[in-house]
């Protein structure tokens, strides 16, 4: 082998097509994502809620600042850093990395959740104001969003320490501000402490289901009682939380651990924006009460429940065949063969259409939505979101697909044509 094999591959990248825009997208979206967060949460607590308002209504300094704040942030990350090490569970192997090596991953995130569930319960029972979250989540995310810089930062010096083969393949341009976006090192750690593994499923994800419970709360105290929208929108959520984290040994085969550097990008999406913005319909709720009919939380728990079963069952057949190609319930599906010598699936979920489990989330993410009623926008930012992220996801994908897998890949979508949603897109 070569002695400078991977530095030619590392230096081949600053050619290769830069992702969300390139530069501006590295200038604009760090400035305008953390706007948007604290925007989306001020609008959802206004009586208004209207997205469409200009210039919108900007909290007061008074808003975004609680010393409380920076406690509870670090307090909370402190606890998952603790769970992280928690000796329960099974230890995982990572896909093969380009030296040849695997990473070992603790699989303890249900262990987590269940753990801080109770603490959250112990607290409730000794008379903590759950509620108070209500009125904190603006420091909260000013908090978060600060972490988040500072935290990459640290990522993107130390990444000048790692080994070649250790960085990320698109994050290696030589563009300081592409880089520190889109994260030069794969997977950083700390001894054992994979950093981006730590941060993809543990203290945002099981953040935002204690920030629900918060928001549940918080209605309680104003009205004595939660409603069945809340109830819904609390119990979808956790039920999507609960999944992740059962299944986090899947989240070793996706894009974000396997190809995606550890920057800003998903510094920030795990600590800020999925935490404050995928749970808005709970903080809207508070300020916005529905009523909804025992008719309209049937159909809308059906959705849910469709969209639950279709992302499970073809996230599980995705896995499984990716770990154990010959296991029973995957062995008799129809496949392509590749040159790379791996197969890809046409037959089964996959042959439906080329990411159903895309499918499962959107529909789900309706479900989310429906239950805060037709009056607003605001409560369907996410499901808009999400269909421009999957969309924007699945395109990534495909180009990936067709420089690994070339003629092969242009069989497989001329075997199954439609890409998230069937006879549509």
């Excluded at 603790?106 to 112990?122: E, R, T």
């Excluded at 008379?127 to 904190?136: H, I, Q, S, T, V």
């Excluded at 981006?196 to 105290?221: A, S």
Aim: include cysteine.
């Amino acid at each position: 082998m070569r002695p400078n094999s991977h530095a030619a591959k590392l230096k081949s990248s600053h050619s290769t097509e830069r992702e969300f825009g390139g530069t501006l997208g590295a200038v604009c979206i760090p400035v305008f994502l953390p706007l948007t967060v604290l925007f989306l949460i001020s609008v959802s607590r206004s009586p208004e809620a209207s997205v469409l308002q200009w210039p919108p209504a900007l909290p007061s300094s008074d808003q975004l600042w609680d010393p409380l704040a920076p406690v509870v942030l670090l307090g909370w990350m402190g606890l998952h850093i603790l769970l992280y090490f928690l000796p329960v569970g099974k230890v995982s192997d990572g896909l093969t990395l380009r030296d040849g090596s695997r990473l070992k991953y603790p699989i303890n995130g249900f262990h987590a959740l269940c753990i801080s569930s109770g603490l959250v319960m112990l607290f409730l029972g000794l008379g903590a104001p759950l509620g108070r979250l209500f009125e904190l989540l603006p420091p909260l995310a000013v908090c978060a969003i600060g972490a988040s810089f500072l935290f990459s930062i640290y990522l993107y010096i130390r990444s000048f320490w790692a080994p070649s083969h250790a960085l990320a393949l698109g994050g290696n341009t030589g563009n300081p501000l592409y880089d520190f976006f889109i994260g030069r090192e794969l997977n950083p750690r700390i001894g054992s402490f994979d950093l981006k593994y730590f941060c993809e499923l543990r203290p945002g994800l099981i953040g935002w289901v204690v920030i629900n419970l918060g928001m549940l709360m918080k209605e309680v105290e104003l009205r004595g009682s939660p409603s069945l929208a809340m109830i819904l929108v609390n119990c979808f959520q956790l039920l999507y939380v609960a999944d992740a984290l059962w299944n986090e040994e899947a989240v070793l085969t996706t894009m974000d651990i396997v190809h995606d550097g550890f920057g800003f990008m998903l510094v920030f999406g795990d600590l800020a924006w999925v935490p404050f913005t995928y749970g808005l319909q709970a903080a809207f709720l508070v300020v916005h009460p529905q009523s909804l009919s025992a008719l309209g939380a049937a159909v809308i728990i059906v959705l849910n429940g469709i969209g639950y079963y279709i992302f499970r069952k073809s996230n599980s057949q995705k896995n499984q065949f990716r770990r154990d190609p010959t296991h029973p319930s995957v062995s008799k599906l129809e496949t392509i063969a590749t040159a790379t010598g791996k197969r890809l699936l046409v037959s089964g979920w996959w042959g439906l259409v080329r990411h159903p489990n895309y499918l499962g989330d959107l529909l789900m993410a309706l479900a989310w939505s429906l239950p805060c009623g037709f009056s607003h926008l605001l409560p369907y930012f996410y499901v808009v979101y999400f269909t421009i992220l999957l969309i924007h996801r699945e395109a990534r994908d495909e180009r990936q697909c067709r420089d690994k897998y070339g003629v092969a890949w242009d069989t497989y979508c001329r075997r199954v044509p439609y890409r998230i949603f069937p006879y549509i897109y």
